[in-house]
Nanobody, 124 residues
Framework: QIQLVESGGGLVQAGGSLRLSCAAS????????MGWFRQAPGQEREFVAG????????YYADSVKGRFTISRDNDKNTVYLQMDSLKAEDTAVYYC?????????????????WGQGTQVTVSS
């Protein structure tokens, strides 16, 4: 059982930056993938980025490649999402998730643990 708590959301102008944090507590298995997802009003939850808890593999949605960077600090049990060059279409609630992600980092069904979400609003 792990608990995930996101922070760092807010209001930012287009072209600006934000860094989201996901603090994890509990037993995190080395083969877990930690992911960031987002959900805009009226839209399905979509994959943003993922990183393996051990190792160096990272995964990104095409829409954020080159703008967002996912990283982790195992000593602090925290996963980060650095978001640069933000666009209005990045506006959404961002969720942190953890799990085996057996069918790929982008598959929501592979994550058993979710945070409560943090709102990111980008004004144009």
């Amino acid at each position: 059982q792990i608990q995930l708590v996101e922070s760092g959301g807010g209001l930012v102008q287009a072209g600006g930056s934000l860094r989201l944090s996901c603090a994890a507590s509990g037993r995190i298995f080395r083969n877990y993938v930690m992911g960031w997802f987002r959900q805009a009003p009226g839209q399905e939850r979509e994959f943003v980025a993922g990183v393996r808890w051990s190792g160096i593999s990272t995964y990104y949605a095409d829409s954020v490649k080159g703008r967002f960077t996912i990283s982790r600090d195992n000593d602090k049990n925290t996963v980060y999402l650095q978001m640069d060059s933000l666009k209005a279409e990045d506006t959404a609630v961002y969720y942190c998730a953890g799990g085996l992600a057996g069918r790929g980092a982008w598959d929501t069904s592979g994550y058993g643990y979710w945070g409560q979400g943090t709102q990111v609003t980008v004004s144009s």
